[in-house]
Antibody, heavy 121, light 108 residues
Framework: EVQLVQSGAEVKKPGATVKISCKVS????????????IHWVQQAPGKGLGWMGL????????IYAEKFQGRLSITADRSTDTAYMELSSLRFDDTAVYYC???????????WGQGTSVTVS | SYVLTQPPSVSVAPGLAARIACGGN??????VRWYQHKPGQAPVLVVY???VRPSGIPERFSGSKSGNTAALTINRVEVGDEAAYYC???????????FGGGTKLTVL
């Protein structure tokens, strides 16, 4: 079964930048890293899930939610099967758990990472 | 941006059925997904393409759609089903997924 393993918790000061990794492993027999899309989803304390952005691992195309335009960068390293989410100019309300999730397309998230807590304080 | 509306909470006794609704404009033409999210865990896809269960999801979970409302029904609810449930569609105008606000299922 495909697994997504995220990097550990972060504590950052306002104005700083955080970069979270998401390593994909244990592919199915027919899949490779570039067959997937990787989404990033934010969950602030007491709030619901909010889609942030995605990367098409085949061509590196990214789409970002308007809320994060200009502060969010999603990248991927094919050599290590790892995707990254970088959020800059951190604010107190960026305190949240951030999830990566893979999907066969840009419309669906079928396997999720365990989440990474980011505290801005 | 496309808006999906869910009730904040649903309560049900063990062994009974729970129905969680998700409303959206023209949702009848959208493909609806449902995710289960327990505190401290990764969300889990429980239904996609309106009615399809991924491998490993119990048959007690089923999706349906009628008019402007999609629904997730959980039959014979168990204590372990207590979680937040989110519906999700793809907003073709803005070219990205959209989540509903989530419904907290409480098993009494």
């Amino acid at each position: 079964e495909v697994q997504l393993v995220q990097s550990g918790a972060e504590v950052k000061k306002p104005g700083a930048t955080v970069k979270i990794s998401c390593k994909v492993s244990a592919y199915t027999f027919t899949d490779t890293f570039t067959d997937y899309y990787i989404h990033w989803v934010q969950q602030a304390p007491g709030k619901g899930l909010g889609w942030m952005g995605l990367i098409d691992l085949e061509d590196g195309k990214t789409i970002y939610a308007e809320k994060f335009q200009g502060r969010l960068s999603i990248t991927a390293d094919r050599s290590t099967d790892t995707a990254y989410m970088e959020l800059s100019s951190l604010r107190f309300d960026d305190t949240a758990v951030y999830y990566c999730a893979k999907g066969p397309s840009g419309t669906l998230m079928d396997v999720w990472g365990q989440g990474t807590s980011v505290t801005v304080s | 941006s496309y808006v999906l509306t869910q009730p904040p909470s649903v309560s049900v006794a063990p062994g009974l059925a729970a129905r969680i609704a998700c409303g959206g404009n023209n949702i009848e033409v959208e493909s609806v997904r449902w995710y289960q999210h327990k505190p401290g865990q990764a969300p889990v896809l429980v239904v996609y393409d309106d009615t399809v269960r991924p491998s490993g999801i119990p048959e007690r979970f089923s999706g349906s759609k009628s008019g402007n409302t999609a629904a997730l029904t959980i039959n014979r609810v168990e204590v372990g089903d207590e979680a937040a449930y989110y519906c999700q569609v793809f907003d073709g105008v803005n070219d990205h997924p959209v989540f509903g606000g989530g419904t907290k299922l409480t098993v009494l």
